[in-house]
């Protein structure tokens, strides 16, 4: 699952058409060459992420994958069981991490964050249980060191990076042990090794090149330099993927940012707080800049999806074809602050069961909760509803 934050200019969102061969609208355009593998769900509503007065973005955030009603307070905090844990808690015991929980911003969960809503339910999508949010790794590194050099909690810094001054790869600890298993292997089985093992060089030595710096721990709206943003989103995706090719994990969720994110992208040409940007108030001038900065989050998005569509997974399927990525906001319009029409992309064909590349459109308003179920019981996990609006699974014919 992936989330943005601040909702979606929702009328440079939707395509025109439904049906197979939609129309691809101008904030979708980085999707263009897979539009066979993303279908586009129109009408859905996340009603339990509505708030008591304000905190829509705290509201809509903690329901993101729970559709859960949360109650306005900073301390008491409760929620429920996400559907990516629902899942994890089904077939994590199948891989070495059961799920990973990744972002970009950091933050803990003290304090008021969203009109006295908790933090905790502005800085997490993922939850173990009503009381137990998940929290993001936000440090490539620490997620490459988590994922494949016997990662240690209780090392200190100084002795992690004595190993990465040492320049010693993760691999060479496991070179007999790949030749021998390579002998193994049929051709098809070999380059797919090969391909892995390459990527894992790569990365490792990106890491060590960009030298990205840890993400802090700071206050409730803080708005600083972020000149590393998009190498720590590149290097991110990398890890995904190779946390995914690998069988590392089968459950990742990723927070692009932090609810009510008052990230600037000028360095893409649409200056000013990404947050007050989405208060529009129908302004023109604020319109153009949302569909620069929205586009762009669906640039990064289309990047794992046309990473995953290339990555080989055995019988001829990419990791793409054997799996499924939700990708939505908290709301819908950043102005108005709903939680009807919702933007919602789901990518992939969960090993060929849904037939992608569609514009679906319902006009009844279903929740996500019920595509929720749906995207449970297709990965083999049986549910008969979900969240506190949950009625049954939804239909994708």
């Given at each position: ?30 999707l ?19 708030p ?14 729970t ?39 950091g ?12 933090c ?8 173990a ?9 936000t440090?490539?590194q ?15 810094a ?9 320049r ?28 892995y093992?390459?990527?894992?060089n ?33 290097l ?20 692009y ?12 040409g ?17 319109f ?69 590349g569609r ?19 297709t ?19």
């Amino acid at each position: 699952a992936w989330y943005v934050p601040n909702g979606i200019h929702m009328q440079s969102w939707t395509p025109q058409n439904v049906g197979p061969g939609y129309d691809i609208p101008l904030i979708l355009e980085p999707l263009t060459d897979l539009q066979s593998d993303v279908m586009v769900l129109s009408g859905l509503t996340n009603l339990p992420g509505k708030p008591e007065g304000p905190g829509d973005h705290a509201g809509g955030t903690s329901a993101f994958l729970t559709c859960t009603h949360v109650k306005k307070s900073e301390d008491d905090i409760v929620n429920n069981i996400s559907m990516d844990q629902v899942l994890a808690n089904a077939i994590g015991d199948q891989t070495k991490h059961a799920s990973l929980q990744l972002g970009i911003e950091g933050g803990g969960n003290v304090g008021n964050c969203d009109s006295g809503y908790s933090c905790a339910y502005t800085r997490n999508i993922s939850w173990a249980g009503p009381k137990s949010p998940m929290p993001k790794l936000t440090d490539p590194q620490v997620v490459f060191d988590l994922l494949f050099a016997g990662f240690d909690p209780e090392a200190s810094a100084e002795e992690l990076e004595a190993r990465r001054k040492q320049r010693l790869s993760v691999l060479d600890y496991a070179l007999d042990d790949i030749n021998s298993l390579r002998v193994k292997l049929g051709t098809s089985d070999q380059a797919k090794l090969d391909q892995y093992l390459t990527g894992v060089n790569e990365l490792e030595q990106r890491i060590k090149d960009e030298a990205i710096a840890p993400v802090c721990e700071l206050p409730p709206g803080w708005n600083g330099d972020y000149d590393n943003f998009p190498a720590q989103l590149d290097l991110m995706i990398d890890v995904m993927i190779l946390a995914m090719q690998c069988d590392m994990t089968r459950v990742i969720t990723f927070m692009y940012q932090n609810a009510g994110s008052y990230r600037d992208y000028a360095f893409i040409g649409a200056p000013g707080a990404h947050h007050e940007i989405s208060h529009h108030m129908g302004l023109a001038e604020n319109f153009a800049k949302l569909e620069i900065i929205d586009q762009w989050e669906v640039l990064q998005f289309a990047k794992l999806i046309q990473r995953m569509k290339d990555t080989p997974d055995g019988d001829g399927k990419s990791l793409l074809d054997n799996s499924l990525v939700y990708f939505s906001a908290e709301i819908s319009d950043g102005n108005a602050h709903n939680h009807n029409n919702m933007p919602v992309l789901l990518c992939g064909s969960g090993g060929g069961s849904i037939k992608s590349g569609r514009h679906l459109k319902f006009d009844n308003e279903p929740p996500v909760a019920n595509l929720f179920t749906t995207i449970l019981n297709t990965l083999g996990v049986p549910n008969d509803k979900f969240g506190d609006d949950g009625t049954g699974p939804l239909s994708l014919a």
